[in-house]
């Protein structure tokens, strides 16, 4: 009787947790759509070409399809850990959250998209709201992997935190980009000739945020928390789920590699390079911390003197 009254107490808890997942998807999705727009963050307006003689919505399809997927991911990391990670949290709560951050999303993104004053080259407001219904399963996918498996959600959430903290931080660091990521700027010339520090519009207009903060942030915080289990092997693996991830965001809409004036044709082989990156420093730091644990295991069985 008692293991058939747990039984009915976790089948209870499925509908209200797969409530509490949509909502929170909705509500985070809804805040970085809304916040992204009134920081002009996701500009529906950005000129390209030799002359700058079309719109090009390549940057903001792209933001449309990140913002639902690391909705639909933080959503369902949350609702796991407060509902004490049940077993079963791994098949309910990613499709919640999918619903959740689509459903509001999609029609948010489809008004600024139609009321923007110029349609974008080969775009449209339709293209939009698929990319991110599009972009909300990617998350939904990326989440069940990590509920599924401990180190590839310490790395997606690593990731995911720390490409959203530059996201929406941008309005205060575009003059003045962080200097730990050489890849977000630029050494150039004022109109006075004085030489200044500027992002780069190829390479941070885009969701990669640069390249090596993530990767190396993701792939260390993955690698750590593998290792100090005895699962290094995991945790290397574990180094490139972050940017597989952007991968797939990118691969939702056309990188434009055979196209020399495309915004996206740069941001896009960041996105593929990060993943060998990623591999490569969750490995090494996985080394290195099991090389540790060992040491100090064998120091702490050593009689002492």
Same mark, same amino acid.
């Given at each position: 009787m008692a293991a058939m009254s747990l039984k009915d107490e976790r089948v209870n808890r499925r509908p209200a947790a797969s409530a509490v997942c949509a909502l929170l998807a909705a509500a985070l999705a809804a805040a970085q759509v809304l916040a992204a727009d009134r920081l002009g963050i996701n500009p529906w307006t950005t000129r390209a070409g030799p002359f700058d003689e079309y719109v090009d919505w390549d940057h903001a399809v792209t933001r449309s399809t990140w913002y639902p997927a690391a909705s639909a991911l933080l959503a369902a990391a949350i609702t796991y850990r407060v509902f004490r990670r049940a077993p079963w949290s791994w098949r309910w709560l990613p499709p919640a959250a999918w619903l959740g951050s689509s459903l509001i999303a999609a029609p948010l993104l489809y008004g600024l998209a139609s009321a923007a004053p110029e349609h974008g080259l080969n775009s449209s407001p339709s293209e939009v709201a698929w990319a991110t219904i599009v972009g909300g399963a990617a998350g939904a996918a990326a989440a069940m992997a990590a509920l599924r498996h401990r180190e590839a959600g310490v790395g997606l959430m690593a990731y995911t935190l720390w490409i959203s903290l530059l996201e929406f931080t941008r309005p205060w660091w575009w003059d003045r980009p962080p200097a730990f990521d050489p890849l977000l700027t630029e050494a150039?010339? $004022?109109?006075? #000739?004085?030489?200044?520090?500027?992002?780069?519009?190829?390479?941070?207009?885009? /969701?990669?945020a640069g390249l090596i903060g993530p990767v190396l942030i993701s792939g260390v915080v993955a690698a750590w928390a593998a290792a100090r289990r005895g699962?290094?092997? +995991?945790?290397?693996?574990?180094?490139?789920?972050?940017?597989?991830?952007?991968?797939?965001?990118?691969?939702? /809409?056309?990188? #434009?590699? +055979?196209?020399?004036? $495309?915004?996206? +044709?740069?941001?896009w082989t960041y996105a593929v390079v990060a993943v060998p990156i990623g591999l490569g420093v969750s490995t090494i730091t996985g080394i290195v911390v099991a090389r540790i644990v060992a040491a100090r295991k064998r120091t702490a069985g050593s009689p002492a003197v």
């Open positions: 150039v010339l $004022s109109d006075d #000739g004085r030489p200044v520090v500027t992002a780069l519009l190829r390479k941070a207009g885009g /969701i990669t699962r290094w092997r +995991s945790g290397a693996l574990a180094g490139t789920a972050g940017p597989l991830l952007l991968c797939a965001v990118y691969l939702t /809409i056309d990188p #434009g590699l +055979s196209d020399q004036e $495309s915004l996206q +044709s740069t941001l």
